[in-house]
């Protein structure tokens, strides 16, 4: 009995060494999460089976797959006293934050992109009288979240002469669209792609100001758009006018209502193509953005 603990203790003893591969570990989480334009810090700590090393010291943080990925941030520190250097952090987005003497590795990404969805793992090289590396198989899978944003919203017109609305928005998860306004139109359609979601709203009839709102658990957004069918006098030719202006705001849960206003805006107006047919119906949109949803009336959607 007491020769089975003994050969159990020596086989978990083995067993133990062997997962930390001779004083090397690499501890990282499996996940992280972050918002898209804000920053993460992600953590790498390591052991190694050294008394001391003072010899020089490279870190390494690769994406997409161990050992073979590609080195987003490299430093190299040549001595206990000295800083690790950066040799390499790709567009300058990386950052070492821990001290890697204090086996700290860990790392901050600044403003995050869709892109920086990915898998990092973090590597550490000695180098001198004895090389010696050590890389982190697992990685830290890194997801992103974002408070939805309103992209784009415009009425345009179809070839049949009807008008519709147009929202897209963009967040993650993928937000819900809502088009509220004067109660007109009687279908709608959403397409969605990666993080980006469009909602039109066809057979626009009545005019007023419509309202796309986007939301998703991180957030609310709202962006609108003007429409109004003037009944022209006896003119052959069709007047259309479009000005487009383009504004975003989005409304965080927790943001204050009514910071400053963004307008970008672009017009163009000319006779249209279709003059052989006269038309008497021109249109304006315009587009405005709002703090509240207060006093629109909500359209049917299916
Ligand atoms: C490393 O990448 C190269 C080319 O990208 C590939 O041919 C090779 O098989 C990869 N090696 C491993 C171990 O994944
Ligand atoms: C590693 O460094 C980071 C950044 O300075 C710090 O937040 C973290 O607590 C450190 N980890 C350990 C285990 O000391
Ligand atoms: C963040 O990235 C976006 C797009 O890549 C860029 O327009 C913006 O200026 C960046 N902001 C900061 C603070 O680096
Ligand atoms: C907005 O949508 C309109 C029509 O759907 C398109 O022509 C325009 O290029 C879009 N603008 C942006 C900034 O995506
Ligand atoms: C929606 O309204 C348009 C014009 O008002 C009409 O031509 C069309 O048939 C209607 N569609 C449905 C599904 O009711």
């Keep these: 009995m007491k020769g089975l603990g003994l050969l159990l203790g020596c086989l978990l003893c083995i067993f133990k060494k062997g997962l930390q591969f001779n004083g090397w570990s690499i501890k990282v989480p499996s996940d992280a999460t972050g918002e898209i334009g804000k920053s993460i810090v992600l953590p790498c700590t390591f052991t190694h089976p050294h008394k001391t090393f003072d010899r020089t010291l490279t870190a390494i943080w690769r994406i997409k797959e161990p050992y073979n990925g590609t080195v987003v941030f490299k430093c190299v520190a040549h001595s206990s006293s000295e800083l690790c250097k950066t040799a390499t952090s790709y567009k300058n987005?990386?950052?070492?934050?821990?001290?890697?003497r204090h086996?700290?590795?860990?790392?901050?990404?600044?403003?995050?992109?869709?892109?920086?969805?990915?898998?990092?793992?973090?590597?550490?090289?000695?180098?001198?009288?004895?090389?010696?590396?050590?890389?982190g198989r697992t990685g830290i899978r890194l997801h992103l979240i974002a408070a939805p944003r309103i992209i784009?919203?415009?009425?345009?017109?179809?070839?049949?002469?009807?008008?519709?609305?147009?929202?897209?928005?963009?967040?993650?998860?993928?937000?819900?669209?809502?088009?509220?306004?004067?109660?007109?139109?009687?279908?709608?359609s959403v397409t969605s792609m990666n993080h980006q979601i469009t909602k039109e709203l066809h057979h626009l009839t009545h005019d007023g100001k419509y309202v796309c709102t986007a939301e998703n658990s991180h957030g609310r957004a709202e962006g609108a758009v003007y429409f109004y069918k003037f009944k022209g006098a006896n003119s052959n030719s069709i007047l259309i006018l479009i000005?487009?202006?383009?504004?975003?705001?989005?409304?965080?849960?927790?943001?204050?209502?009514?910071?400053?206003?963004?307008?970008k805006g672009d017009c163009f107006s000319g006779p249209g193509s279709l003059s052989r047919q006269p038309i008497q119906d021109s249109t304006y949109e315009n587009l405005d953005r709002r703090n509240?949803?207060?006093?629109?009336?909500?359209?049917p959607t299916h």
């Design 93 to 100: 987005r990386y950052k070492l934050l821990g001290n890697p």
């Design 103 to 135: 086996n700290n590795l860990s790392i901050k990404i600044d403003n995050l992109t869709w892109s920086d969805s990915n898998r990092y793992f973090c590597r550490v090289e000695f180098s001198g009288d004895l090389h010696d590396k050590y890389e």
């Design 152 to 188: 784009n919203i415009t009425v345009s017109s179809n070839e049949d002469h009807t008008f519709k609305a147009r929202c897209t928005a963009d967040g993650e998860p993928l937000p819900s669209l809502t088009w509220t306004g004067p109660l007109s139109s009687n279908s709608s």
């Design 243 to 263: 000005c487009i202006a383009l504004g975003v705001k989005a409304l965080m849960l927790l943001a204050i209502a009514g910071i400053g206003l963004l307008w």
């Design 292 to 299: 509240n949803g207060g006093g629109s009336q909500s359209l």
